[in-house]
């Protein structure tokens, strides 16, 4: 069966990074640790990998318990895979919080300022004048002696115990609504409560991301599972197909961030 009829062309690339990693340890029975995966990828990697083959094992961990972005590792079935094997390290700083106000997106904005690739890094938490975030080991040295400011503020980064990470659990409100498509500007008008001239232009300024990436074209098809997030209006997620009405319009559950 043709796996790739199951997924959007656009994660073709991705499905193929996926059987290289898994025949390479099946090939040389050693484990294999991705970068950092967003939510769909590490979906995908489970639907690849975790269900279909016995003589491998999936362990996914981002570190800490509701972290979003994870490191993947695949091993042969029978290896112990503890939390050191994903080599991650969590590094905080403090800003005065009374002169400037700091952002998830300035901090990412700075990150990748370094020529850092996002993949390298996990979660990111700004609380009341403490900075966390989760990165790959082999680069977090570099972080600590190169990102020494964030917007306006100047930082200096230390790596702490990853058991003092400062998560917390995503709430999420579910609602039942019908929409005239699947379409990605129909399924917005229902969710956010706008108009549809008003969901087609908040997609035109690509405004708006479907599993992490931008999409702009209203247009676009969602499928179940597809994570959603308007910029300025928070995230949302489509939750269940639940087929259709007597009069063609499509029911699904949307799930929306409690902030």
């Known amino acids: ?29 050693r484990p294999r640790l991705t970068d950092f995966l967003d939510p769909r990828e590490q979906q995908i990697l489970a639907m690849l990998v975790g269900t279909e083959a016995d003589d491998l094992q999936l362990k996914q961990f981002g570190g800490g318990k509701y972290t979003e972005r994870k490191r993947a590792l695949i ?32 901090v990412l904005g700075a990150f ?38 964030i917007k306006h503020a100047k930082v200096v980064f230390k790596e702490k115990p990853l058991a ?21 500007d129909a399924v917005l008008k229902s969710i956010y409560n706008m108009s549809r001239k008003d969901a087609a232009s908040v997609i035109a300024a690509e405004h ?13 098809i969602l499928q179940e599972g597809d994570m959603l997030s308007v910029r300025g209006k928070g995230r949302s997620k489509l939750v269940r197909i639940n087929g259709k009405t007597k009069k063609g319009k499509w029911r699904i559950t949307a799930a929306v961030l409690r902030f």
């Open 75 to 106: 091993a042969p079935f029978y290896e112990p895979v503890t939390e050191d094997m994903f080599q991650l390290a969590l590094l905080e700083t403090s800003y005065p919080n009374k002169f400037v106000t700091i952002s998830h997106r300035d």
């Open 112 to 149: 990748l300022s370094l020529g850092l690739k996002r993949t390298k890094l996990g979660d990111i938490f700004v609380g009341d004048r403490c900075i966390q975030m989760v990165t790959t080991g082999d680069i977090a040295p570099f972080v600590m002696v190169h990102l020494t400011r």
């Open 208 to 220: 708006v991301k479907v599993n992490f990436k931008v999409i702009d074209d209203a247009k676009f």
């Open 1 to 29: 069966m043709d796996i790739y009829q199951h997924f959007r062309k656009d994660e073709h690339p991705f499905i193929d990074q996926i059987l290289t990693w898994r025949e390479q340890v099946e090939r040389t029975y």
């Open 164 to 184: 003092t990470l400062q998560e917390k659990q995503h709430d999420w409100d579910e609602k039942m609504t019908t929409v005239a498509s699947l379409r990605l």
